[in-house]
């Protein structure tokens, strides 16, 4: 089976941009996690979308969100960037939702607000 | 402070040493995992331990729970060099209302040739 993929994988914007990443899970999988990485912070969870709905959702800002398609792929954006958003985003897809399962990562992508 | 924290916050090693790595977290849990990360790139899963288990084995790594400390611990033995990563312990915290699961801010591990 093919991983999980995310594209880009590498993105510079500019303060004030907005920004759209791809999430594509492993065939069969219907949740989608997607996760903010910065050196300072750790990884934080964003939102969870399972069969199209969000099923969970952590503390970010309103500018972050997110959608999920009958195929399973996943988008997250980002509106009016802030310099404070540059970090590693990295989406995750499980089988189902829930806390048992393990999650299966893509590469992630390396977002840089300028 | 975080639900899960590893310890050490790094480690350096030589290759074919045991390498330790500790996580406490405060909340009860139903399940701890253990993630690896390549120098920026995407987590891999390593091994999940549920908590009604005490010891778990995968290869050359060995996991144990101790639910009445709040701790695990992740052990490789004989480790290479491309053991070298950051090391992440995840929990789902039960009391949790949103959050999947929880990252620890890792341990990052050097395994020096």
């Known amino acids: 089976k093919a991983g999980v993929t995310q594209t880009p994988r590498y993105l510079i914007k500019t303060r004030g941009q907005q920004v759209t990443l791809s999430c594509s899970p492993i065939?069969?999988?219907?949740?989608v996690s997607w996760y903010q990485q910065t050196p300072g912070q750790g990884l934080q969870f964003l939102f969870e979308?399972?069969?199209?709905?969000?099923?969970n959702k952590g503390n970010f800002p309103g500018r972050f969100s997110g959608r999920q398609f009958s195929n399973s792929r996943s988008e997250m954006n980002v509106s009016t960037l802030e310099l404070g958003d540059s970090a590693l985003y990295l989406c995750?897809?499980?089988?189902?939702?829930?806390?048992?399962?393990?999650?299966?990562f893509g590469p992630g992508t390396r977002l840089t607000v300028t | 402070s975080q639900q899960g924290e590893e310890d050490p916050q790094a480690l350096s090693i030589q290759e074919g040493e045991n390498a330790t790595m500790n996580c406490s977290y405060k909340?009860?849990?139903?399940?701890l995992q253990w993630y690896r990360q390549n120098s920026g790139r995407g987590l891999v899963h390593l091994i999940l331990?549920?908590?009604?288990?005490r010891e778990k084995h995968s290869g050359r790594l060995r996991v144990t729970l101790d639910t009445s400390k709040k701790s695990s611990s992740l052990l490789i033995t004989a480790s290479r060099a491309a053991d070298t990563a950051s090391y992440f312990c995840?929990?789902?915290?039960?009391?949790?209302?949103?959050?999947?699961?929880?990252f620890g801010p890792g341990t990052s591990l050097s395994v020096i040739p």
């Open positions: 331990i549920r908590s009604n288990e």
């Open positions: 065939s069969g999988h219907r949740s």
């Open positions: 909340t009860s849990i139903n399940n």
């Open positions: 995840a929990t789902d915290a039960i009391e949790t209302s949103y959050d999947k699961v929880i």
């Open positions: 995750a897809s499980s089988p189902t939702s829930g806390r048992t399962y393990e999650q299966y």
């Open positions: 979308y399972f069969s199209e709905t969000q099923r």
